[in-house]
């Protein structure tokens, strides 16, 4: 066995236990429990798709495992680091959409793919909530930061913050999706200590409930309006919008042929399109993307200090 082959099946029992941990976390801050669906992808490899759905603090919670292999399309292909078109890829997704206005939705992946002589890890985690807590938003990104600290010379807390905000924004709206967090892509790709990315990955991963669960549980309680929901449903167009246009995951899973339910767990339940919006100025609504969703060092922010 290779020393590619005996890393990726290390990543395959660590993502695994991932989704068991995260799953295990999430299910104790909602009181509900997910539905698993175990699948078999046409052309090799399969997953485990978990989905919580009318929880109590979850409208809708994804937490998909994946690993997947064979061919892919060549023209596809060409788009990826590596030589021909055989590929393996595994990785824990996750996307949740609680009912609440007032709790934040949240998005967090974690992978690996291997293609011809190139192997490389992606993932990050990032926040978009409708009516932003500073305390929130500070807390989210010190987590991250924490993290990447603890692995110097791997991992660019600034550099992952900016390709967050650089990715998730939605180019048609001239918009960012949410407050960010941070981004990799294709760490190892071009050579590096596979290892020591590795170790960043399982910090990072292992981080996500400490990242987000505290945010559930100071708000979860809060009582909101018809009015504060109307607006979250009008928001959550644009996590579609971003999903189905832009978000690489979503692209991967249907080039790759995979499980059409598993890929588009992520969407919302109840969106709402409303023609020409734009919220009272001055309004906590209209502070969403007149302050909050602007690039900022949240992380170096004042509040909790």
């Known amino acids: 066995m290779s020393t590619l082959d005996s890393l990726r099946l290390r990543v395959v029992d660590y993502f695994r236990g991932l989704q068991d941990r995260i799953t295990a976390g999430l299910q104790a801050a909602d009181g509900g429990a997910f539905r698993e669906d175990a699948w078999d992808r046409e052309g090799g490899g399969g997953g485990r798709s978990r989905v919580l759905e009318n929880g109590g603090v979850f409208e809708k919670a994804g937490v998909n495992f994946s ?181 690489r995951g979503t692209i991967f899973g249907l080039k790759t042929n995979g499980r059409i339910e598993s890929i588009l767990m992520s969407l919302p339940p109840v969106v709402r399109y409303v023609y020409d919006y734009h919220p009272p100025k001055g309004s906590l609504e209209a502070q969403l993307t007149d302050y909050w969703l602007k690039p900022h060092d949240w992380a170096a922010d004042d509040a909790g200090r």
């Open 67 to 247: 690993e997947v292999f064979g061919e892919m399309d060549p023209q596809f292909a060409q788009q990826l680091p590596g030589e021909g078109t055989r590929f393996i890829a595994t990785g824990v997704s996750l996307v949740l959409h609680p009912r609440s206005p007032l709790i934040p939705t949240v998005h967090a992946n974690f992978r690996f793919l291997h293609k011809g002589t190139a192997a490389w890890f992606g993932g990050g985690g990032d926040l978009t909530p409708y009516y932003p807590v500073r305390e929130d938003v500070v807390h989210f990104h010190r987590t991250w930061k924490a993290v990447c600290d603890r692995h110097p010379g791997v991992a660019d807390h600034a550099k992952m913050k900016h390709d967050c905000d650089e990715y998730f924004f939605l180019k048609h709206r001239n918009e960012p999706r949410g407050v960010g967090g941070i981004f990799f892509d294709y760490l190892g790709a071009k050579g590096g200590d596979l290892e020591a990315i590795f170790a960043f990955v399982r910090d990072a991963a292992d981080a996500f409930l400490e990242s987000y669960v505290p945010i559930v549980e100071r708000r979860k309680a809060l009582p909101w309006t018809p009015e504060q929901r109307a607006f979250q449903e009008y928001r959550r167009g644009r996590y579609v919008e971003f999903n189905l246009v832009y978000d």
